[in-house]
């Protein structure tokens, strides 16, 4: 019962490198989510995958740039690393868009930009 | 936009006993959903229960439930019989049809903290 899934768990980075933040989930979902958590705070929405084939920004998008490789596969990718995205990532999923579908969460990534 | 404000950052309960934490949301919407997470020092979110905003009846899940007053814009949860494994992060969430991706809007949290 693995759910969703993230890769890596932990990151260092330098300012300026790039990386790229993996997530699958295996419950069939169409919907798949990225989103931030902050010191202190409630998540907030990067972007958001309706379906296969789809990307639209959330409400934190700047500096970030998504993938919805296949069904299971929702990427997320920094290309210049900066302080201000030192943060903890998570992963999400749901049947679908509408708000009565559960969203399930990976257990985050924790990524620290130097 | 949405927010929704828990106003406790942290708070304490003795085990076996009942504790409150609040949640209040503000919305112009009729048509929403509110969740209560919980996030563990492991950080993965859990589901503890959710209120479809059109029932008045209030959500229980086991040891958990909530007490909903939509006119006053307020989602408290109700842990009954405390446990220690109770102890984690709450977070209150606000989620329409409205919003980009119909996301979550989180509230700041509560620190649950369970005395033995």
């Known amino acids: 019962n693995a759910g969703v899934t993230q890769t890596p768990k932990f990151q260092v980075l330098k300012t300026g490198q790039s990386m790229t933040l993996q997530c699958a989930q295996d419950m069939n979902h169409n919907s798949m989510y990225w989103y931030r958590q902050d010191p202190g705070m409630g998540l907030r929405l990067i972007y958001y995958?309706?379906?296969?084939?789809?990307?639209d920004k959330g409400e934190v998008p700047n500096g970030y740039n998504v993938s919805r490789l296949n069904k299971r596969e929702f990427s997320l990718r920094l290309e210049s690393a900066a302080p201000s995205q030192t943060s903890v990532y998570f992963c999400?999923?749901?049947?679908?868009?509408?708000?009565?579908?559960?969203?399930?969460f990976g257990a985050g990534t924790r990524l620290s930009v130097l | 936009a949405q927010t929704v404000t828990q106003s406790q950052p942290e708070m304490s309960v003795q085990e076996a006993e009942t504790v409150t934490l609040s949640c209040t949301y503000d919305?112009?919407?009729?048509?929403?959903?509110l969740f209560w997470y919980k996030q563990p020092p492991s950080r993965q979110m859990i589901l503890v229960i959710r209120q479809e905003a059109y029932k008045q009846q209030n959500a229980t899940e086991n040891r958990f439930s909530v007490n909903f007053q939509k006119a006053a814009k307020s989602f408290s949860l109700k842990i009954s019989d405390s446990q220690l494994g109770d102890a984690a992060m709450y977070f209150c969430a606000y989620r329409s049809p409205f919003n980009a991706g119909n996301m979550l809007t989180f509230g700041g949290g509560t620190r649950l903290m369970v005395k033995p």
């Open positions: 919305t112009s919407e009729s048509d929403y959903y």
């Open positions: 995958s309706a379906s296969e084939g789809t990307t």
């Open positions: 999400a999923s749901s049947q679908g868009l509408s708000p009565k579908n559960i969203q399930y």
